[in-house]
Nanobody, 116 residues
Framework: QVKLVESGGGLVQPGGSLRLSCAAS????????MSWYRQAPGKERQWVATIDTTGGTTGYVDSVKGRFTISRDNVNKMVYLQMNSLKVEDTAVYYCKARSGIVEYWGQGTQVTVSS
């Protein structure tokens, strides 16, 4: 059974940090590129960051470059999103996604709220 379980969300003040985790099981994790997406209330889901299968290549949406870092641990089947200098506009439900070719798996999401 394929599972992607996100954790680490919560309430944080502007300028603060959070580290999101995504635990994978039930598929060949190391063969899948991993991504984080987010969806704010009333908005479409937005791509945030991607890391390739080896962790050697990453990409970010412009709005988070220099603040967010995606990483992965293929041994423990985990992907992370370190979020620093958080802004109110980063508030959203954050989802992790696994993709290999046309096959995609999604997690259930974790809420991140940035507010004073």
């Amino acid at each position: 059974q394929v599972k992607l379980v996100e954790s680490g969300g919560g309430l944080v003040q502007p300028g603060g940090s959070l580290r999101l985790s995504c635990a994978a099981s039930g598929f060949a994790f190391s063969a899948y590129a991993m991504s984080w997406y987010r969806q704010a209330p009333g908005k479409e889901r937005q791509w945030v960051a991607t890391i390739d299968t080896t962790g050697g290549t990453t990409g970010y949406v412009d709005s988070v470059k220099g603040r967010f870092t995606i990483s992965r641990d293929n041994v423990n089947k985990m992907v992370y999103l370190q979020m620093n200098s958080l802004k109110v506009e980063d508030t959203a439900v954050y989802y992790c996604k696994a993709r290999s070719g046309i096959v995609e798996y999604w997690g259930q999401g974790t809420q991140v709220t940035v507010s004073s």
